[in-house]
């Protein structure tokens, strides 16, 4: 039963390729669930888990506050200070994503699955990339936005993805040797790059 990882640089399309490959397949597809997934393990508010996300500036004390006993958490703080706080969300995170893959036939979306599911030998990493100037037509034409909208839409979330790998403390997340598959959406359509990914599996499994 695999899993497959889609990893994205924003306004490539990869959350569509995500949602086109797990219909092919019928596999499951985790995205903002994995959001309110931390969030219910955690016992906290699922704006919580996304404002960590985007910025951990004052955001990993509330955190770390509501799911950690007064005691350990102090002890904890004291030590190491704001780290404890990243490893505490990565560690539920890399919880979750490896029982997602324990129960399989799943499409992760991003959040550094690539990295926690690595080794696995039923676990397909996919990255898409598309050159910027479609990446902003991409946003334009699927969320009828401005092209100034699109354009800042677009560098805001590659700031808050790199701020998001930062916390898995990695940089490399677009370097290819990481992934089994690596499309180009601006040379592919969407349509051919679902039937690579879904070639991929099935022909590997088979």
């Known amino acids: 039963m695999p899993v497959i990882t889609v990893s994205r640089q924003f306004g490539a399309g990869g959350r569509t390729l995500a949602e086109n490959v797990s219909r092919e397949l019928g ?81 992760i979306v991003g959040r550094g699955s690539q990295y926690f599911l690595q080794e696995r030998t039923d676990a397909f990493h996919v990255l898409v990339r598309a050159d910027h100037k479609d990446r902003v037509a991409f946003m334009k034409k699927h969320y009828d936005f401005t092209q100034a909208k699109a354009q800042e839409t677009v560098a805001q979330e590659d700031r808050r993805r790199a701020n998001l790998y930062r916390k898995f403390g990695r940089a490399d997340y677009d370097t290819p040797i990481l992934y089994h598959l690596v499309l180009n959406t601006s040379r592919l359509h969407l349509d051919t790059a679902c039937r690579l990914v879904c070639r991929l599996v099935t022909k590997t499994l088979s």
Do not use: C, H, W
Request: proline share 1%.
């Open 27 to 107: 596999y499951a597809l985790y995205d903002n669930e994995l959001i309110q997934m931390v969030a219910d393990q955690a016992r906290v508010s699922a704006e919580t888990v996304d404002a960590l996300e985007k910025d951990g500036s004052g955001i990993f004390n509330r955190f770390v506050g509501q799911i950690m006993p007064k005691n350990l958490r102090d002890t904890l703080l004291e030590r190491k200070g704001e780290i404890i706080e990243e490893e505490i969300y990565v560690d539920l995170l890399s919880k979750i994503i490896t029982e997602i893959a324990d129960m399989g036939n799943a499409v």
